[in-house]
């Protein structure tokens, strides 16, 4: 139990700072969207639709390995500092040289410097994966959140302050780069982890194992998200890619910045439960329910005011993204749950039933051919089609392993999803007696308020018990 209120102490430490980075980034990316166009967004979609695969493998998940590792020796560090050295060498230098071709698939020239600049985040990378996997080893959170918030606040008016200035995608490009520096040194004042590479690697291949597996399912994972960007940048024009990707982003956001937060505590804290694997399916049950709260009213709230949201915030140059953000709004909280699921089942030692979840998953996307015919919005509705089958596969296959059936992971999703879908036809209903009757921002106030009061008062009427359940997961 003492590890279980660690975990709990920890959300909610990480959460406090995470929420308060969670601002500085949403102003960022705002501010951002109005002082660029659809083109630069599509330029960096292109620039990062495949080396964003690549970074993923950048130190062949020694990373994670070493996070999950039961026992972890002075020796199996310095073999996997070398590793992590001579993988990050490998990408950088292999990116370099093809970023011609990556360009030329794209058929936009100016790709080739900007995935050549982009590579440099693999010499960062050297310095970082150590440092951040003994952060999360030792479950520093606080410290870790720390770190990100500073990094957060500094990258944002970095960014900000070139886009004002006038440099375009580079602004988005260099402030990427700014990022993963600022990271590695964070990361290595507070978990300096120096040592020296090795040349033997005996007694290194069960780390090399799951290492290995958990690189193959981050690729996996990557170029399932990635597809609908290389699809779009190929089928469509750069503009479709630029409104695609920004409606992504913003629906995305919110789920990235918690799935980050989840993930790092998931990953450090399920892989102390690896041989207690119903104590984990508890843990886990918990989890989704409580992520459930935010989620699925969050995600439905922004789907319901995304038509104020977008004109007033970020201009009528972005109103080609108020149907594509909509839906992309609808699949956030389901890919959100699934990749919980995903970081459990790798954290308890069996990332091949991850691999498996995503091989079928890719199987699916066929389907965004389908879609992409109608434009952006049939490539978003397939999106979503594609991320509720992935959805049900993960539940069909790692469940099991947590000793949970589908049918009470389900059930406790369900109050919150009940009273979403409640708040959401109720806000439709209020914009269409408010639209032409008050100013847009006074509409998207009221609706916003209104919102919260169904939400709340839907959870109250009829899913009282499940609730005051669920908010006492919080003060254990």
Known sequence: MELGQNVIKGLKVGAILRLVAQIFTWLNTLILIRLLTPDDYGLMAMTMAFIGIFALMGDFGIGKAIIQAE????????????????????????????????ASFFDEPRVTILVRAVACQHLIMIFHTLPYAMASRRM??????????????????????????????????????FMRLALTIGYNVIAPCWVRPALSFRGFAKMAGFSGIAT?????RYFVNVFGNISIGRLLSKADLGVFSVARNLANLPSDKIGE??????????????????????????????????????????????????????????????????????????????????TGITAIGEP??????????????????????????????????????SFAVHLKLMLP???????????????????AMIMLGGLLLLRDHLTGQIHE????????????????????????????????????
């Not at 990258?155 to 402030?175: D, K, R």
């Not at 392993?401 to 009273?419: G, Q, V």
């Open 71 to 102: 026992e972890l020796t002075t020796d199996r560090l310095r073999q996997a500092c070398t590793i992590n050295i001579v993988s990050c060498l490998v990408f950088f230098s292999f990116f370099f040289s093809i970023a011609p071709v990556i």
């Open 140 to 177: 520093l959170f606080k410290e870790r959140e720390k770190v990100q918030f500073y990094t957060a606040l500094m990258t944002s008016l970095v960014t900000i302050a070139m886009a004002a200035s006038g440099c375009g995608v580079w602004s988005l490009i260099l402030g990427h780069l």
């Open 216 to 220: 193959v399912n981050d690729v996996l």
């Open 261 to 342: 937060l989840l993930n790092h505590l998931g990953l450090s804290s399920f892989a102390k439960l690896q041989n207690e694997r119903n104590v984990a399916g508890q843990y886990l049950h918990k989890s989704v329910q409580l992520a459930s709260l935010v989620l699925f009213p969050m995600y439905l709230g922004m789907c319901a005011i995304s038509p104020e949201l977008i004109t007033l915030v970020l201009s009528d140059k972005w109103a080609a993204a108020i149907v594509p953000f909509q839906i992309l709004c609808l699949t956030s909280p389901f890919r959100m749950l699934s990749e919980m699921m995903a």
């Open 352 to 389: 091949k039933k991850n691999s498996h979840t995503l091989l079928l998953t890719i199987l699916t996307l066929p389907i965004f051919f389908v879609g992409i015919q109608y434009g952006v919005e049939g490539a978003c509705w397939a999106w979503l089609s594609i991320n509720l089958i």
């Open 401 to 419: 392993a947590f000793e949970l059936k589908s049918s009470s992971f389900l059930s406790a999703l369900l109050p919150s999803f009940c009273s």
């Open 441 to 476: 921002a006074a509409q998207l106030f009221l609706m916003i308020l209104a919102g919260v009061l169904l939400f709340s008062a839907t959870q109250l009427l009829l899913f009282r018990r499940q609730l005051f359940t669920t908010l006492k997961y919080l003060r254990h």
